[in-house]
């Protein structure tokens, strides 16, 4: 059962649905990097046309999504301090 790309393959059974979890989380956490990137994205190219009540919730959404990211591991906390701290920089201009 080669599930490991042609690469050394798992001989246990544990090691096996390791790899498979392993995957399955990989996939998952890459996934979510890319939704992240592309929520930022969105958010910095609109934030110049938005209402200050729409900044507001808009920073307060992209706060919780940030503190979710970087709560699962898929950020470094210093880098969700630094891109929150950005975005309220952009939302106050």
């Not at 096996?16 to 996939?27: A, G, H, M, P, Q």
């Not at 910095?44 to 307060?60: L, P, Q, Y």
């Not at 950020?75 to 630094?82: E, N, Q, W, Y």
Request: proline share 2%; net charge positive.
């Amino acid at each position: 059962m080669d599930t490991n790309g042609g690469r050394n393959v798992p001989h246990t059974k544990s090691c096996k649905k390791r790899l498979v979890t392993s995957r399955l989380r990989n996939e998952r956490n890459r996934q979510n990097r890319a939704m992240m990137r592309a929520k930022i994205k969105s958010y910095r190219a609109n934030i110049g046309e938005m209402s200050a009540e729409d900044k507001a919730e808009s920073v307060t959404r992209m706060y919780s999504l940030i503190d979710t990211q970087a709560r699962k591991g898929l950020m470094p906390k210093r880098r969700a301090a630094r891109l929150k701290a950005r975005m309220a920089a952009a939302a106050t201009k």
